[in-house]
C-alpha cells in the first residue's frame, strides 16, 4: 500500500517536472512569463481605474485590490484551463501503464497552484517594496485559504472537463465562452460589501466570489469577508471533486492510446 | 510473472461485440520466454496493452510481478518538443530507475549522436525506434512485452537488438507477439 502511493507520487513528480520544462521550457525567459500575464492584466486595469477616476475600496491601494483579485482569479481559471486539457495533450504519456489520467491532472493542478502562488508573493512582495509599506499579514489562514481553495475549484471545473472531453471532445471549444463570464462576476473588480444588496443575492452565487473576499480578508487588515461562506465554497469544491472523479472512473477503460 | 485471472476484453464490431479474449485464466512469463502468433487484427496488440496495464480489462483481473516493460517496438510515449535525453530521463524516473545510467546506456544504444540533445519532434521515424528500443533496453524489466520488432532500422541495428535480446534472455522473460511464425 504504501510502496503504491509511493511509486504514485513518484510518477506524479516526473510528470510535474516534465511539466515544467514543456510549459516554460522552449521560451526564452521561461519561466518569467507566469508573471508577465498577470502584471499586463493588473496594470491595464490599474490604468482604466486611474483614468476614470475609481476609487479601490476603503482601506485597500488600487494596485492591491486589483492585484488580489486578479491572482486568485487566474489561480483559478488557469488551473482549470491547463488541468482541463491534461489528457488531450499528454496522450501519449498514457502509452506508459503506470501513468493514469488522474496523474497527468495532478501534476498540472500542482505546477499551476504553484506558479500562481509564487506570482501572488512577488506581486504583492513588489507593491511593498515600491511603497515603502512593511509586511503585514492580517490573517494568514484565510489568505492561504482562499487561494487554496481557489485552485482547488479550478482543479474541480479543470477535472471534469478534463474527463467529459474524451467522451465529447467538442467540449473543449465550449469551455472559453463558459468560462469568460467569470472573468467579470468573480470580484476582481468590485468586494462583496461594496455591492448593492440585489446585486450581491446574486453575485454570491458565483463560488469564486468567496475565494477572493477570502483572500482580500486576509491580506488587508481593514477588509471583512462578512458574505464569504467557509461552508458554501467547500460545498462546491467538493460536489465538484466528487463528480469529476466519478467521470474517471467512467471514461478510464474509454480512452485510447494512440 | 503476469498473472490472468477470468479476463475478458471485447471490442465493439458492427454486429454486437468482439471478444479478444474470453475468460482467460492463465500464468505468462514466469520461467523462459512466451511466443503468441496472431493474425493481424486478432487483438495481440491490445493484449499486450492489457498484460502492460495501459488499458484495463472489461472483466478480470492482471496482477504483476516485478517490473514489466512497456509494449517495446514502436515508439510510442515520446513528447516531440523533449529532447531524446529528457525523454529517456522522464521513463528513468517514473520506472524508478537510476537516471543517470539509464541515460547514459540510452545514448550508447541508440547512435543517434548529437541529435540526443534535440528535441524528439526534429527525429526522423528511424531515430525514433532507435530511441526507443535503445531506452527499453537501457531499464532491466524483469518481463518484456515486444510487439512486432521485425524491421527495425538498417542490417547492423537489427543485429545489434538481436544480440540484445538474446542477452536479456537469461535473465529476463519475454513475451513476443507476431503474426509472422519466423520471427517467433
Redesign the interface.
Known amino acids: 500500500m504504501i510502496q503504491a502511493l509511493d ?1 504514485q507520487l ?2 506524479i ?3 510535474t ?2 511539466e515544467t ?2 510549459r516554460f ?2 521560451y526564452q525567459l521561461g519561466y518569467l512569463w507566469a508573471f508577465v500575464e498577470p502584471i499586463v492584466w493588473i496594470l491595464s486595469f490599474y490604468l482604466i481605474f486611474a483614468l476614470v477616476d475609481r476609487p479601490s475600496p476603503r482601506g485597500m491601494s488600487l494596485f492591491g485590490f486589483l492585484a488580489t483579485g486578479m491572482i486568485t482569479y487566474e489561480l483559478f481559471s488557469k488551473t482549470a484551463e491547463k488541468v482541463s486539457l491534461a489528457i488531450n495533450v ?1 496522450r ?8 493514469r489520467p488522474l496523474d497527468l491532472t495532478f501534476a498540472r493542478w500542482l505546477l499551476e497552484t504553484a506558479t500562481h502562488c509564487s506570482v501572488f508573493v512577488v506581486i504583492m512582495a513588489s507593491e511593498l517594496m515600491v511603497t515603502g509599506q512593511s509586511l503585514r499579514i492580517s490573517d494568514p489562514l484565510s489568505l492561504l485559504g482562499g487561494l487554496l481553495l481557489a485552485s482547488a475549484l479550478g482543479y474541480g471545473v479543470g477535472l471534469i472537463f478534463c474527463m467529459a472531453q474524451v467522451i465529447f471532445p467538442s467540449l473543449e471549444k465550449m469551455r472559453g465562452p463558459m468560462m469568460r463570464p467569470l472573468f467579470w462576476t468573480s470580484g476582481i473588480f468590485f468586494t462583496a460589501n461594496s455591492l448593492p444588496l440585489e446585486a450581491r443575492k446574486i453575485l454570491m452565487y458565483n463560488p469564486v466570489v468567496h475565494a477572493v473576499e477570502f483572500v482580500r480578508q486576509g491580506w488587508f487588515t481593514s477588509y471583512q469577508a462578512k458574505w464569504a461562506s467557509l461552508p458554501y465554497l467547500l460545498g462546491w469544491v467538493l460536489s465538484l471533486l466528487f463528480i469529476g472523479t466519478l467521470l474517471e472512473r467512467e471514461i ?2 474509454r480512452i485510447e ?2 | 510473472m503476469i498473472e490472468l485471472r477470468n479476463v475478458t476484453k471485447t471490442y465493439p464490431a458492427p454486429r454486437g461485440r468482439r471478444a479478444i479474449l474470453d475468460d482467460i485464466t492463465c500464468v505468462l512469463g514466469d520461467e523462459g520466454s512466451v511466443g503468441i502468433l496472431g493474425r493481424n487484427g486478432a487483438g495481440k496488440s491490445t493484449l499486450l ?1 492489457i498484460l ?5 480489462p ?1 472483466l478480470g483481473t492482471v496482477k504483476r510481478h516485478g517490473r ?1 516493460s ?1 509494449p517495446i517496438g514502436f515508439s ?4 516531440g ?2 529532447t531524446g535525453e ?1 525523454n529517456c530521463r ?2 528513468a ?4 530507475a537510476d537516471v543517470d545510467e539509464v541515460i547514459e546506456r540510452t545514448r550508447e544504444f541508440a547512435e543517434i549522436g548529437d541529435y540526443f540533445f534535440m528535441p524528439v519532434r526534429s527525429y526522423s521515424s528511424g531515430m525514433k525506434v532507435r530511441l526507443a528500443f535503445g531506452l527499453s533496453m537501457a531499464i532491466d524489466f524483469d518481463v518484456y512485452l515486444v510487439d512486432e520488432i521485425t524491421a527495425v532500422g538498417d542490417r547492423k541495428f537489427q543485429k545489434k537488438c538481436r544480440d540484445a535480446f538474446r542477452e536479456r534472455e537469461q535473465r529476463s522473460s519475454m513475451i513476443i507477439v507476431s503474426h509472422q511464425m519466423k520471427t517467433i
Open positions: 511509486r513518484n510518477v513528480w516526473a510528470l517536472l516534465r520544462r514543456t521550457g522552449q499528454n501519449a504519456l498514457l502509452f506508459y501503464p503506470q501513468v478510464r477503460r492510446v494512440t | 496493452r502492460g496495464g495501459s488499458e484495463l472489461d514489466v512497456w510510442g510515449g515520446f513528447n518538443s523533449l529528457e522522464f521513463a524516473r517514473i520506472y524508478d
